[in-house]
T-cell receptor, first 114, second 112 residues
Framework: GAGVSQSPSNKVTEKGKDVELRCDPI?????LYWYRQSLGQGLEFLIY????????KSGLPSDRFSAERTGGSVSTLTIQRTQQEDSAVYLC????????????FGQGTRLTVV | GENVEQHPSTLSVQEGDSAVIKCTYSDSASNYFPWYKQELGKRPQLIIDIRSNVGEKKDQRIAVTLNKTAKHFSLHITETQPEDSAVYFCAASIQGAQKLVFGQGTRLTINP
């Protein structure tokens, strides 16, 4: 597709379960970001991938959160033992180069932990 | 690392008036400053950006100004319309070398 694609668009899970969120960036984009956005709040940085460099994990809120990016393309964000405070919209974005030009956002995954 | 502060967090203006949102950044090496607009329930989208080799850029009713000495940049919206109501985010980065760092966002409401 032409844009950044995220799946699923909505996810309801029980507290304590693990979830995987997927991001398909725009083909050829080397930079990929994950953000979390709680209702009415700003963009909370989670993790940043750039090419083959080690990811910047400085925004991950706890060791229950992890992410990987395979082959420099698709990325998955995994949340283990989900808690109610993990409920939010998780946004992925990609750009051609780090900080260069437009960062394109996906439509987000709305995660609800019940 | 870079830190971006954005003010105000909320802004309410009358339709037809101007709106100004301000951001400051900490890393003097930053050279790329985009602005994103996020309408309710939608994804953020780029509306305008500026690079450090210029001081101002305009696109119809929207303009961005940059003061590198003071390390701040601003978004100006003139003749505001109801469809300008949204959350606006500023960001800063070192182009080609550093990730985008976003401000906290400004919720702009245009009152009819």
């Amino acid at each position: 597709g032409a844009g950044v694609s995220q799946s699923p668009s909505n996810k309801v899970t029980e507290k304590g379960k693990d979830v995987e969120l997927r991001c398909d960036p725009i083909s050829g984009h080397t930079a990929l970001y994950w953000y979390r956005q709680s209702l009415g709040q700003g963009l909370e940085f989670l993790i940043y991938f750039q090419g083959n460099s080690a990811p910047d994990k400085s925004g991950l809120p706890s060791d229950r959160f992890s992410a990987e990016r395979t082959g420099g393309s698709v990325s998955t964000l995994t949340i283990q033992r989900t808690q109610q405070e993990d409920s939010a919209v998780y946004l992925c974005a990609s750009s051609l180069y780090p900080g260069a030009g437009e960062a394109f956002f996906g439509q987000g995954t709305r995660l609800t932990v019940v | 690392g870079e830190n971006v502060e954005q003010h105000p967090s909320t802004l309410s203006v009358q339709e037809g008036d101007s709106a100004v949102i301000k951001c400051t950044y900490s890393d003097s090496a930053s050279n790329y400053f985009p602005w994103y607009k996020q309408e309710l329930g939608k994804r953020p989208q780029l509306i305008i950006d500026i690079r450090s080799n210029v001081g101002e850029k305009k696109d119809q009713r929207i303009a961005v100004t940059l003061n590198k000495t003071a390390k701040h940049f601003s978004l100006h919206i003139t003749e505001t319309q109801p469809e300008d109501s949204a959350v606006y985010f500023c960001a800063a980065s070192i182009q080609g070398a550093q990730k985008l760092v976003f401000g906290q966002g400004t919720r702009l409401t245009i009152n009819p």
